[in-house]
Antibody
């Protein structure tokens, strides 16, 4: 079974940095498209970043230049390095994985349980 | 960036009712739309992909339709477990985006 387990969420001061990690089990993180989605308290879903198996990465406008998505092959994990954190980055961060099906793919087919990030002084 | 405008933002309905939620994209996105269900305190769950394809294990009372800019999620006969928040999602281009969500409540 595919499982995603996030960690690294914390209370952090504005301007600080944090690294989130997502360990995958039941599949190879390196050969799948993986993404981060966040949800601010009481708000809707916001797509954050993707790391394609081929190496390309993309970011939302709100995090571009501050967040970096990466993979750790040795740990079968996906990371999100967050810098210059702001109050508006406060959210539950979910790790997700696409699923390839015949003729296409299911985006964000698998989700972790989420890890909470709070940015406050 | 492609914006997804979802409506209504909330709807009250009864068990057995038929409910439809719509999503409109700011530009044509072919059929690159997925729908997700989220219950309080839980991660979202994929229901529909490619606008109208049902994810494995999702009940057949859920259906999706649309292409281009206008998309619809329909629940044919509401069950108690369907009361949740629903989101549309475009994966036509980056950055990917979500609709604002529709909260489906019990009348």
């Amino acid at each position: 079974d595919v499982q995603l387990v996030e960690s690294g969420g914390d209370l952090i001061q504005p301007g600080g940095s944090l690294r989130l990690s997502c360990v995958g089990s039941g599949f190879n993180v390196n050969t799948n498209d993986m993404a981060w989605v966040r949800q601010a308290p009481g708000q809707g879903l916001e797509w954050v970043s993707v790391s394609h198996s081929g190496g390309s990465t993309y970011y939302s406008d709100s995090v571009k230049g501050r967040f970096i998505i990466s993979r750790d092959i040795s740990k079968n994990s996906l990371n999100l390095h967050m810098n210059d954190l702001r109050a508006e980055d406060t959210a539950t961060y979910y790790c997700t994985r696409d699923k390839r099906v015949l003729g296409g793919l299911i985006p964000l087919a698998y989700w972790g349980q989420g890890t909470q990030v709070a940015v406050s002084s | 960036d492609i914006q997804m405008t979802q409506s209504p933002s909330s709807v009250s309905a009864s068990v057995g009712d038929r409910v439809s939620i719509t999503c409109r994209a700011t530009q044509a996105i072919s059929n690159y739309v997925a729908w997700f269900q989220q219950k309080p305190g839980k991660a979202p769950k994929a229901l529909i992909y490619a606008a109208s394809s049902l994810e494995r294990g999702v009940p057949s009372r859920f259906s999706g339709s649309g292409s281009g800019t206008d998309f619809t999620l329909t629940i044919s006969s509401l069950q108690p477990e369907d009361f949740a928040t629903y989101y549309c999602h475009q994966y036509f281009s980056y950055p990917r985006t979500f609709g604002q969500g529709t909260k489906l409540e019990i009348k």
